[in-house]
């Protein structure tokens, strides 16, 4: 294509934009809006792994010590333990920090308390955790056969749950948004065929007067394009401040809520969005054009 | 290359099984005038229509310069389309562009330079009598407006031929005259017309060759003909 | 109830600044047969649409039977509309609706009962010669036919008044003049007529009431004109 | 409107829809679309309240008697409190079974273990499960000014965090369930506003003939509730049938996730989308017809 085609195809695209003013703002309000969607539900799907990552790194393993072993021998255990494959971090409590630990989970039982500080019955030891929550029984197990450990102990039961509610959430979360996604290609494509439908005479008249088949398309994909940019850059703009604001907003009212950042969420996001938008837009253009190109 | 169109033995059955055209035979050469006649719903428009590719032909075959229209596929039709100028007995204008883009729009679809456009579409309006609504869009245009927008576009490019069907419908005798004057101009200069017309006083006047059609079939082909026998 | 149309003064400038009608004024009586001719563009189509108020006019008034068009409503329009049998220059056929849908339709819009229905479009379509049409759709149909349909549909709720626009400008002469005879039929049987043409012949043997618009201007009305001055 | 009238109106729908197939299958399959979207976080938010309704009942106020205090008090006070306005359910436990509770807490504490099995330190006391967290803290006061009532103790900063996050739950869901249903409101007028404006001419020429703006309007009202007739089926079949499968996995994989009951589901989401997608769809009609009855 010359140039002098390039500059036909800008400036035919801009012309119909402006003549169908009102066909491209339904077709660019209804790509934006199902865009928002996807994205919101993008920047959902992210926040959830996001916090299944951060609650699952919360689990730990408790090792404990064999009374009498030297804080020597702990802490050495403690250094090799630390570049253990699946170590995320140890950190070592002595048995008066687990007493404290008791009484403040039990803060009533007296009488706890009196016998926990009298003579301390717990032992020091270590809370592992682990990098990801699957590991954490091979990571016990290895604890247990090391000499100096007296018991190792983790909820097992919630670690299970934990892992497998994890695994359902980032399912669901990809399977809604791949849903979406194809909610969304569905919607546009159909504005889009429905915005060409009625300009069908119009593709008709050209063929007629000798355009080719391309020379009546170019336009079409570039208006789709332009529809789908548009569309997509209006639904961020709504996403990216409707974000900053949740996150702030959370912040206050939810400080213990683990957000995702704001820079990745958008970014990732954005790349989504506007890739995703500008290329239905201009696919969906090219399909609903052909139908029309048969004569 | 021969520059010629000749039907052999064409027929056309429309979808609902009606029969538009029965075995016509016809040869058209080079820089002749055509006047195609005959009583409403005869098969002129189809005709036409065969020959620039909007409907498919049942059998035979339409010769038109190196393009045989049978076998003729969806790339090269295009190309056939360019070699015409085509005046539709229903106008179609392209609703949302003014008079001047309508007719640049048939030059900027074969590629023409934006000089030769400028210089050409004002030219071409001026001859038609429309230079004073270069700026309207067909709604906003009489019905003879329309029509001479549709003639100056099928004259733009120049094309070797002219297949008019029904150009003066809308237009009083007056400029109807005018614009068969302008065929005859064109016509002498080189290009081939074919024009379906039901307007006698034209026909009778002109004194061209004539080809009735009557039911899909060609009843007639006389050069220097009438209207009607009578004439 | 005054049966008469009467334009006092009525003007039209277009929203483009084009000047329509100027001035115009015209009365025509119950019973009248009136050509309106005119040069292309000269305000034909114009006059014919501020009538049944597509178009709404800018100075002087219009009365149709009791109807003012100037401060007519919205919810009135339709009752003005089904006074008047319109036969528009563009045809205006609904293209998914077969011939006999489109001519039912306008009897549809005014309530008639489907007997009625029944009974009429045939004998409608019988006299403007489509009853062999009847199931197909307008682009199954030559160019004359869509404009029979047309006629049929503005004829078949039996108006008071029949305004054509160009009815004929897409038949051939035979047919056309059917056409005209028809008219001329319902207008002794009592209807009001009214049709915008460039159809010199038939203006010319029928010898009505001639009205010649010139650029928005009445220029002539004459009882049993002719097309052109020097007739 | 007489009898005529609505035959003429009910052929014309049905006539209009066969017609325009093309454009009724692109219309249909986005309002099907996105009343699915719409349905499914229906569902979803339906379950989350679900899950918040569970999860709160299962936040508990301990109260420990005074030791000494007489079986037949504690019973009394028990029953008394029975029928205090917030509380849901209340269970006696002995202080033998505090002491069992406290060990399979702590299986690996021997010295607890020996401790409490020696001389229990525990008391009896009741679980008492509040009606809503919101009330536990009042709750939690009226016991404590009982004289037999020895202490009482609940996590304060678990219930705070609880009905925190439940109602930022409930309210994200309604949110975006409202913020979903405005969406699709939008992409439906716009589908159904394209499809009309397709035919603008015919309903152009309609009013040329003398057609009244109601005669014009009723069709194309009742193909726009059609329409979103057969979307809201389309949309709740799919829903309806996907839900039944979750419900049946989730109880096999996830038997311990609370899931909304399928019935109570299924026929508040059924309510809410077949109203939904046929007022829209009629509205949207009439609304977009409008635009073009001014002539
Ligand atoms: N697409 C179609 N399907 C079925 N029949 C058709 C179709 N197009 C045209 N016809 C029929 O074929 C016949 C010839 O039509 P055509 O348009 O060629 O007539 P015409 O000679 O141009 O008439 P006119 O002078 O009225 O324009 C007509 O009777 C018409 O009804
Ligand atoms: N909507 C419009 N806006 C602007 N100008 C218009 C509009 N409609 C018509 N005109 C102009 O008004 C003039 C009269 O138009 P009209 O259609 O009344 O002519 P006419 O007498 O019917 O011509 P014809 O015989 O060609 O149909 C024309 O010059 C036309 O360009
Ligand atoms: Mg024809
Ligand atoms: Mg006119």
Redesign the pocket.
């Known amino acids: 294509m010359k140039l002098s085609g390039g500059l036909y195809v800008l400036r035919e695209t801009g012309r119909s934009l402006w003549r169908n003013a009102w066909m491209s703002v339904a077709s660019i309000s209804t790509v934006a809006i199902s865009l928002l969607v996807l994205a919101s539900f993008l920047v959902i799907s992210i926040n959830l792994n996001h916090v299944t990552a951060v609650l699952q790194s919360e689990v730990e393993v408790r090792v404990f010590m064999k009374s009498g072993t030297s804080r020597a021998a702990e802490m050495q255990l403690m250094d090799t333990a630390r570049h253990w494959p699946d170590v995320r971090r140890v950190t070592f409590f002595t048995k008066r920090q687990a007493a404290r630990a008791l009484q403040s989970e039990f803060p009533a039982q007296q009488g706890l308390f009196a016998l926990v500080q009298h003579s301390n019955p717990l032992f020091d030891g270590y809370d592992v955790f682990a990098t990801t929550p699957q590991k954490i029984p091979q990571l016990a197990a290895r604890f247990r056969a090391q000499a100096i450990v007296h018991n190792v102990i983790y909820q097992g039961q919630v670690v299970h749950r934990l892992v497998r509610l994890s695994k359902i959430m980032q399912w669901t979360g990809w399977i809604i948004e791949s849903l979406l996604s194809v909610a969304t290609l569905f919607i546009i494509m159909n504005t889009i065929r429905l915005a060409v439908f009625a300009r069908r005479r119009e593709i008709h008249v050209m063929k007629l007067v000798g355009a080719t088949d391309w020379f009546i398309r170019w336009p079409f994909v570039l208006e789709g394009l332009v529809l789908g940019l548009i569309g997509a850059a209006l639904s961020l703009t709504v996403v990216a401040n409707g974000y900053r604001w949740i996150v702030n907003e959370a912040s206050v009212a939810v400080p213990f809520w683990p957000m995702a950042p704001f820079q990745q969420v958008v970014s990732q996001t954005a790349l989504f969005i506007m890739v995703g938008g500008v290329l239905i837009g201009a696919l969906a253009s090219a399909v609903a054009v052909h139908r029309f190109l048969r004569v | 290359m021969k520059q010629t169109i000749r039907f052999e033995g064409v027929s056309k059955q429309?979808?609902?099984g009606?029969q538009?055209l029965v075995e016509v035979n016809l040869e058209i050469r080079r820089g002749e005038f055509v006047f195609l006649v005959?009583p409403?719903?005869?098969?002129?428009?189809?005709?036409v229509r065969l020959l620039y590719g909007e409907e498919r032909l049942n059998a035979g075959e339409i010769y038109v310069d190196q393009f045989r229209l049978r076998v003729l596929t969806h790339r090269q039709m295009p190309r056939l389309r360019r070699q015409l100028g085509i005046v539709f007995?229903d106008g179609k204008l392209l609703p949302s562009r003014t008079v001047y883009q309508n007719v640049a729009f048939a030059m900027e679809v074969v590629g023409a330079s934006s000089r030769d456009i400028k210089k050409r579409v004002p030219h071409v309006l001026e001859l038609v009598g429309l230079s004073r609504r270069r700026d309207n869009f067909p709604h906003q245009l009489s019905g003879g407006e329309q029509q001479r927008v549709g003639i100056a576009r099928a004259l733009v490019n120049r094309p070797s031929y002219i297949v008019a069907d029904?150009p003066t419908g809308n237009l009083d005798p007056e400029t109807g005259q005018d614009i068969m004057k302008l065929f005859v101009e064109i016509n002498r200069i080189g290009a081939t017309i074919i024009m379906?017309t039901?307007a006698k006083d034209l026909v009778d006047r002109f004194q061209k060759r004539v080809v009735a059609?009557e039911a899909g079939r060609i009843v007639r082909d006389q050069l220097r003909g009438a209207y009607g026998y009578e004439a």
Chains 1, 4 share one sequence.
């Open positions: 429309y979808a609902n009606h538009g005959g409403s719903g005869a098969g002129k428009s189809t005709l007995q029904e379906a039901h059609i």
